[in-house]
C-alpha cells in the first residue's frame, strides 16, 4: 500500500512495532496508535515515513523517551504521548527538533520551520534531579513546540508529590555523601542495638546493608526521608548475640555513584550476677546455633547449620531421632557452617533433628521436626515422599529457625496400610507446641505448624475422618496455627 496516508489502529492489541513495520509507505501523513499497549517504539522506523505530520500514541504503556527519538521526524506537527508511563526524560528530545528540521533543509534559500504541538500531560513524572532540564524547558517553553496542557504534575517522589512543573525546584544530580552518628558502636549480650547511617544525594539513592552473617541473620531495615535530599537507614537487632559482632556496612548508591561507611558492632558478654542455679548450662547462654532444612536430595533432606560458642567446650552434638528407635543417630560436629544429609526416609514417620552444645540433652537446643507421608509403593510413592519434603523444606526456609513442622498426606486407610501400619498409627505424630513470639525474633521457638488430620488431639479423630473421607481424593497441605 505505497500511497496509503493515513493509518488509524486505535483501541487494539498492539505491543510491539517491528522496526520494518512502516517500509515502503512513505507517503504516510497520519500514524495513530492509540489506546494499545505499546512499552516502546522503534523511533528508526519513522526514517521510512519522512512526510508523517501526525504521530498519535497516547494511552500506551511507553516508558522511555530516546534522545534522538525525533531525529526522522523532522515535519511532525502533532506528537501525543499523554496518559502513558514515562518518569524521565531529557529535554534535548525537544530542543534538538527544530536543528533536525535546520539540517533537512540546508541548501535552501528560505528556511521555514513548522510548529509542532505537543502532549505529555499525564505521565507519572518522577521529579528529581534527572528532570530538572526538562521542567526548565517546560518553564521556558516557547516556538516552534506547543504545549496541549502546561500544567504537568509531578507523581514522585514522595514529598513532591502534586506538584506542578512550575511551582517546583530541582536541584542537580549528585553522587551519595553518606555518614553515621557513631562508627563504633557497644553493646552487651541481649540488648537491642540499632545501627544509623545518613545518606545525601540526588536523585534518592539506595541503601543496603552488608555483613558477614547476612544469609544467616536477617535483620529489620527501617528507611525514611529527613529532607529532600537526605534518606536515614536504620538496621535493628534484636537481642544481639556475640555472633553479631563485627563490621556492618552501609552503602548507598544511585545513577551518579556509590558510597559506603563501616559500623563496627562490639557485643560484650552479660556480667554474672548472683542468682539461683539455672536449669541450663552456664554456657549455653554463649552459644549461638541456627538449624534449617534446605533442601531435598534422592533419598532424603539435606540440613544446614551455622553454630558458635565462646566457651572452652566448642563442639556441638547434631541428634536425629524419628518414631523408630533403632532410628536413632548421634553425630559430632565443630563450630561453623555445616551441613548433613539425612537418608532413607521411612513414609509416615516422626523425625526430630535437634543441634545442642557439647553434650547438652537434645531439647536444650534448636530442633526441627517433621512428618513424611505415606509411600504408596513403587517410584510413584518415593516421588509422593519427597514431595512433601519439598513443602516442608519451603515452609521450614520462611520462618524462623527453632520452628516446628509437620507435614503429612491424608490420614492412612486400614486396607492401604495394613494391621501393623495402622497399630502405630493410632501414636499418630503430633507437632510439639512452643510459645508464640514474634516472627523477627531469631533466638525464640516459634509455633508448631499442623496439617489435615495431624493436628493436636488428631489421632482421635482418625476414625471419623477416614469414615467421612473413604473414596475420596485427600491430598496435604499446610496449615499455619498458633498456640494461645
Given at each position: 500500500?505505497?500511497?496509503?496516508?493515513?493509518l488509524?489502529?486505535?483501541?487494539?492489541?498492539?505491543?510491539?512495532?517491528?522496526?520494518?513495520?512502516?517500509?515502503?509507505?512513505?507517503?504516510?501523513?497520519?500514524?495513530?496508535?492509540?489506546?494499545?499497549?505499546?512499552?516502546?517504539?522503534?523511533?528508526?522506523?519513522?526514517?521510512?515515513?519522512?512526510?508523517?505530520?501526525?504521530?498519535?500514541?497516547?494511552h500506551?504503556?511507553?516508558?522511555?523517551?530516546?534522545?534522538?527519538?525525533?531525529?526522522?521526524?523532522?515535519?511532525?506537527?502533532?506528537?501525543?504521548?499523554?496518559?502513558?508511563?514515562?518518569?524521565?526524560?531529557?529535554?534535548?528530545?525537544?530542543?534538538?527538533?527544530?536543528?533536525?528540521?535546520?539540517?533537512?533543509?540546508?541548501?535552501h534559500?528560505?528556511e521555514?520551520?513548522?510548529?509542532?504541538?505537543?502532549?505529555?500531560?499525564?505521565?507519572?513524572?518522577?521529579?528529581?534531579?534527572?528532570?530538572?532540564?526538562?521542567?526548565?524547558?517546560?518553564?521556558?517553553?516557547?516556538?516552534?513546540?506547543?504545549?496541549?496542557n502546561?500544567?504537568?504534575?509531578?507523581?514522585?517522589?514522595l514529598?513532591?508529590?502534586?506538584?506542578?512543573?512550575?511551582?517546583?525546584?530541582?536541584?542537580?544530580?549528585?553522587?551519595?555523601?553518606?555518614?553515621?552518628?557513631?562508627?563504633?558502636?557497644?553493646?552487651?549480650?541481649?540488648?537491642?542495638?540499632?545501627?544509623?547511617?545518613?545518606?545525601?544525594?540526588?536523585?534518592?539513592?539506595?541503601?543496603?546493608?552488608?555483613y558477614?552473617?547476612?544469609?544467616?541473620?536477617?535483620?529489620?531495615?527501617?528507611?525514611?526521608?529527613?529532607?529532600?535530599?537526605?534518606t536515614?537507614?536504620?538496621?535493628?537487632?534484636?537481642?544481639?548475640?556475640?555472633?553479631?559482632?563485627?563490621?556492618?556496612?552501609?552503602?548507598?548508591?544511585?545513577?551518579?555513584?556509590?558510597?559506603?561507611?563501616?559500623?563496627?558492632?562490639?557485643?560484650?558478654?552479660a556480667?554474672?550476677?548472683?542468682?539461683?542455679?539455672?536449669?541450663?548450662?552456664?554456657?549455653?547462654?554463649?552459644?549461638?546455633?541456627?538449624?534449617?532444612?534446605?533442601?531435598?536430595?534422592?533419598?532424603?533432606?539435606?540440613?544446614?547449620?551455622?553454630?558458635?560458642?565462646?566457651?572452652?567446650e566448642?563442639?556441638?552434638?547434631l541428634?536425629?531421632?524419628?518414631?523408630?528407635?533403632?532410628?536413632?543417630?548421634?553425630?559430632?560436629?565443630?563450630?561453623?557452617?555445616?551441613?548433613?544429609t539425612?537418608?532413607?526416609?521411612?513414609?509416615?514417620?516422626k523425625?526430630?533433628?535437634?543441634?545442642?552444645?557439647?553434650?547438652?540433652?537434645?531439647?536444650?537446643?534448636?530442633?526441627?521436626?517433621?512428618?513424611?507421608?505415606?509411600?504408596d509403593?513403587?517410584?510413584?510413592?518415593?516421588?509422593?515422599?519427597?514431595?512433601?519434603?519439598?513443602?516442608?523444606?519451603?515452609?521450614?526456609?520462611?520462618?524462623?529457625?527453632?520452628?516446628?513442622?509437620?507435614?503429612?498426606?491424608?490420614?492412612?486407610?486400614?486396607?492401604?496400610?495394613?494391621?501393623?501400619?495402622?497399630?502405630?498409627?493410632?501414636?499418630?505424630?503430633?507437632?510439639?507446641?512452643?510459645?508464640?513470639?514474634?516472627?523477627?525474633?531469631?533466638?525464640?521457638?516459634?509455633?508448631?505448624?499442623?496439617?489435615?488430620?495431624l493436628?493436636?488431639?488428631?489421632?482421635?479423630?482418625?476414625g471419623?475422618?477416614?469414615r467421612?473421607?473413604?473414596?475420596?481424593?485427600?491430598?496435604?497441605?499446610?496449615?499455619?496455627?498458633?498456640?494461645?
Open positions: 500500500m505505497r500511497t496509503l496516508e493515513y488509524w489502529l486505535n483501541f487494539n492489541n498492539v505491543t510491539v512495532i517491528h522496526l520494518g513495520a512502516l517500509e515502503h509507505l512513505s507517503e504516510l501523513k497520519e500514524l495513530r496508535l492509540e489506546g494499545n499497549k505499546l512499552r516502546s517504539v522503534p523511533w528508526t522506523a519513522f526514517r521510512a515515513t519522512p512526510l508523517l505530520r501526525v504521530l498519535d500514541l497516547k500506551n504503556r511507553i516508558d522511555a523517551l530516546p534522545e534522538l527519538a525525533l531525529q526522522f521526524l523532522v515535519n511532525l506537527t502533532y506528537l501525543d504521548l499523554s496518559s502513558n508511563r514515562l518518569t524521565v526524560v531529557s529535554k534535548n528530545v525537544f530542543l534538538n527538533w527544530p536543528a533536525y528540521q535546520k539540517h533537512q533543509q540546508s541548501g534559500e528560505a521555514i520551520l513548522s510548529s509542532m504541538v505537543l502532549a505529555l500531560h499525564d505521565n507519572p513524572w518522577l521529579c528529581d534531579c534527572r528532570l530538572r532540564g526538562l521542567v526548565q524547558f517546560i518553564k521556558s517553553i516557547s516556538l516552534p513546540v506547543i504545549l496541549v502546561p500544567y504537568l504534575m509531578c507523581r514522585g517522589p514529598f513532591k508529590a502534586g506538584q506542578l512543573f512550575h511551582e517546583t525546584e530541582l536541584s542537580v544530580c549528585r553522587k551519595p555523601q553518606i555518614s553515621t552518628p557513631s562508627a563504633n558502636v557497644s553493646v552487651q549480650v541481649g540488648q537491642n542495638v540499632t545501627l544509623r547511617c545518613l545518606a545525601q544525594a540526588s536523585p534518592s539513592p539506595t541503601i543496603a546493608w552488608t558477614p552473617l547476612s544469609t544467616w541473620r536477617e535483620f529489620d531495615v527501617l528507611t525514611s526521608f529527613t529532607a529532600e535530599d537526605a536515614l537507614s536504620e538496621l535493628v537487632i534484636p537481642a544481639a548475640h556475640l555472633v553479631d559482632r563485627g563490621n556492618y556496612t552501609c552503602m548507598a548508591s544511585n545513577a551518579i555513584g556509590v558510597s559506603t561507611v563501616v559500623i563496627s558492632l562490639g557485643v560484650q558478654p556480667q554474672a550476677l548472683p542468682a539461683p542455679r539455672s536449669l541450663f548450662s552456664p554456657s549455653e547462654s554463649s552459644a549461638y546455633v541456627d538449624l534449617r532444612v534446605v533442601k531435598q536430595t534422592v533419598h532424603g533432606i539435606l540440613l544446614e547449620w551455622f553454630a558458635a560458642a565462646d566457651t572452652p566448642k563442639w556441638f552434638t541428634y536425629i531421632a524419628s518414631d523408630e528407635a533403632f532410628r536413632k543417630k548421634v553425630v559430632h560436629v565443630g563450630p561453623g557452617i555445616n551441613t548433613y539425612v537418608d532413607d526416609l521411612l513414609p509416615g514417620t523425625y526430630e533433628v535437634c543441634l545442642s552444645l557439647g553434650g547438652q540433652p537434645p531439647r536444650q537446643g534448636r530442633c526441627v521436626v517433621f512428618v513424611t507421608g505415606r509411600d509403593g513403587g517410584l510413584e510413592g518415593r516421588e509422593r515422599l519427597l514431595h512433601t519434603t519439598v513443602i516442608l523444606c519451603a515452609v521450614l526456609l520462611a520462618v524462623p529457625v527453632g520452628a516446628y513442622a509437620c507435614a503429612a498426606q491424608a490420614p492412612c486407610s486400614c486396607r492401604a496400610w495394613g494391621p501393623r501400619r495402622c497399630l502405630r498409627r493410632r501414636k499418630a505424630p503430633r507437632c510439639p507446641l512452643a510459645a508464640p513470639e514474634l516472627r523477627d525474633d531469631p533466638y525464640r521457638d516459634h509455633t508448631a505448624v499442623c496439617e489435615d488430620g493436628q493436636p488431639g488428631g489421632a482421635e479423630r482418625e471419623d475422618e477416614q467421612a473421607g473413604e473414596g475420596d481424593d485427600h491430598r496435604g497441605g499446610l496449615v499455619w496455627t498458633s498456640s494461645p
